[in-house]
């Protein structure tokens, strides 16, 4: 069962059948680091459990055992029910209409259903009624589009059919936005301002502080004093978390909002779906960071006075909401929404990242080497490589990096995403096939589907660190429309930089510390072989 549902850092089942069968620990161990004594840090023990920790990041004992009972009893006999007595019906087979899954069970038994497991659900669909099919929902009509092309037709939306109305429902549904307090416009100088921000143009305003504060995030988490274990997304997402929050809202930002932020992050269909049983934990952790974002906001109150422009693009998104009269309490969910979007999947797909070459030695190796050798060769040291400018850091310095990060992107982005319908449209599937798809509908792009396909990349759902290599100076761009960082006008406003700072995160791992996968017997693993615990 899968919990951590991210905005679009959705872990997919194969992720976890592969690599999620043990616990693991991760053994970090500093290299020349003048600043640990090598005796005491080389027993420590990062531990992480690939399953537990990246699909139940968070929780307690307690709300634990909660879920082990319904898990246990209650679920797989109301999944039981629903198989055994639930009809599926091709409704209209008629050209030029989409067909529809059709249940005798109430609505509320699908969404159970779908939430479950999303892939496996969209692909049990897929296989039953081709790639563009309808679910009735609460009364709403949901088209799902589980074809390339389609898929992105639909990104690109030539036509204007398709409203985006995400960012909205994240701000509203998850950041607790009181409705129609931001309209379309505000939240359009919002994106572009954080597009503007993201930019290869303007990363250079953000990276030296974050480089620093990322480089020593890691050390510090290498050279701790302590044996106490921590989780894999713990270890990533503490040291990105504080790094980009720092260096974009400026040092009086509360960095100890990093657990509530993650089972926010977890939980965010939650908000969406009330009725799920840990939407509580997730309300109260959201009331508790948006408390101390407020504290803030009031701290940074002076600056927001000031004519002159920021240095912290943070400060400048608070100018921009207090401009448009957004009270206080409103701009800490807009805050929250826009961290959302920064942090969460690249907290994820970085974590992600590091599992695939833990259980790959040979991976990690020429990783290693092609990092070392870019160090030596090309910037001296690792300092300088970190205060170089950006494009230096590309293909053509990087080119396994890179085709690593882009593998992992196809292997773990959450490929799902929502548009309405605005008006009536036809959807081309081939020259035989096109649906009319309804106003007031919403459209679902399932690429997941895509990003398996066999027929697209080879042996799709396994690992290949140099699947987009081309030449040793080269690397290939993700097939379209498999991008993963969407496409057309909602295309995503931070991409640049969130290749830069997964790239950074893994070129100081790999040059500072020894890192070794083990698994909890305490054998280290030597790659992909000893991955499944033996
Ligand atoms: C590996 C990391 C990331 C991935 C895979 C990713 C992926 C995506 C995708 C697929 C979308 C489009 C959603 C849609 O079309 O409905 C999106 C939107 C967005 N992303 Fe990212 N993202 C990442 C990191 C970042 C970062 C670091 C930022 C920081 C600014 C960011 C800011 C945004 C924003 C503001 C949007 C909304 C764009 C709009 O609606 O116009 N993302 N992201």
Redesign the pocket.
């Known amino acids: 069962m899968n919990t951590d549902l991210g905005i ?1 850092s959705y872990p997919g089942l194969d992720k976890q059948a592969t690599l999620a069968s043990t616990s693991w620990h991760l053994r970090v161990i500093p290299m020349g680091n003048p600043q640990c004594d090598p005796m005491s840090v080389a027993i420590k023990v990062v531990h992480f459990d690939l399953h537990a920790t990246v699909v139940h990041p968070t929780g307690n004992k307690q709300e634990n055992m909660y879920w082990v009972l319904i898990s246990a009893f209650l679920v797989p006999l109301l999944i039981f029910l629903i198989s055994k007595y639930r009809t599926f019906d091709v409704i209209v087979t008629s050209v030029g209409r989409t067909p529809n899954v059709h249940s005798y069970l109430p609505w509320p038994m699908l969404v159970v259903e779908f939430l479950w497991d999303i892939p496996a659900f969209l692909e049990r669909c897929r296989v039953r009624y081709g790639p563009v099919y309808r679910l009735r929902i609460a009364g709403q009509g949901v088209v799902i589009v589980s074809h390339a092309e389609t898929i992105k037709y639909v ?1 690109k939306d030539p036509h204007k059919c398709f409203t ?1 109305n ?2 909205t429902t994240i701000f509203e549904g998850v950041g607790g936005v009181t409705p129609y307090t931001i309209n379309s416009t505000l939240i359009n100088n919002l ?1 572009s301002f ?1 597009h503007k921000a ?1 930019s290869n143009r303007n990363i250079h305003l953000l990276i030296p502080s974050f480089n620093q504060q990322l480089s020593a995030n890691i050390q510090s988490f290498a050279c701790r004093q302590t044996t106490d274990r921590v989780s894999l997304v713990t270890f990533v997402g503490r040291s990105l978390y504080s790094a980009l929050s720092l260096s974009f809202c400026g040092p009086l930002f509360p960095t100890d909002t990093f657990s509530e932020f993650m089972l926010v992050d977890s939980n965010t269909l939650h908000f969406l779906f009330p009725f799920w049983p840990s939407s509580q934990k997730a309300y109260r952790a959201r009331a508790s960071l948006k408390s101390k974002l407020g504290v803030f906001i009031e701290r940074v109150g002076p600056e927001l006075a000031d004519d002159g422009e920021s240095s912290y693009s943070g400060i400048e998104i608070l100018k921009i909401l207090k401009a448009a009269s957004v009270p206080p309490s409103d701009q800490q969910g807009v805050i929250l929404g826009l961290m959302l ?2 942090h969460a ?2 907290i994820r ?1 970085t974590a992600w990242f590091m599992a695939y070459i833990l259980s790959d030695s040979s991976a990690m190796t020429r990783l290693r080497a092609e990092v070392d050798h870019a160090i030596e060769t090309e910037f001296g040291s690792l300092e300088s490589l970190l205060s170089a400018p950006s494009h230096r850091l590309g293909s053509h310095m990087f080119p396994l990096l890179e085709s690593a990060l882009k593998e992992v ?1 196809r292997l773990s ?1 959450a490929a799902i ?1 929502a548009r309405e319908v605005n008006k009536d449209t036809i959807l081309t599937v081939d020259e035989h096939t096109s649906f009319v798809i309804r106003q007031g509908d919403y459209l679902v792009t399932n690429g997941y589907t895509v990003n398996f396909d066999n027929s697209i990349f080879e042996d799709a759902r396994t690992f290949r660190i140099d699947r987009f290599l081309k030449t040793s100076a080269e690397t290939v761009d993700l097939p379209d429309p498999v991008s ?3 496409g057309g ?7 640049d ?2 290749m830069y700072e ?1 790239k950074v995160f893994a070129i100081t791992c790999l040059r500072l510390l020894e890192i070794e996968g083990e698994t909890a017997s305490g054998h280290i693993c030597q790659g992909a072989d000893a991955r499944c615990g033996r």
């Open positions: 679009v990104m985006n995400i960012n994106l954080m993201f979007a920064m999947a690249s797909m992107l982005v995403t993963s960082f969407g006008a909602h295309m995503c406003k931070g991409q930089f969130a997964m």
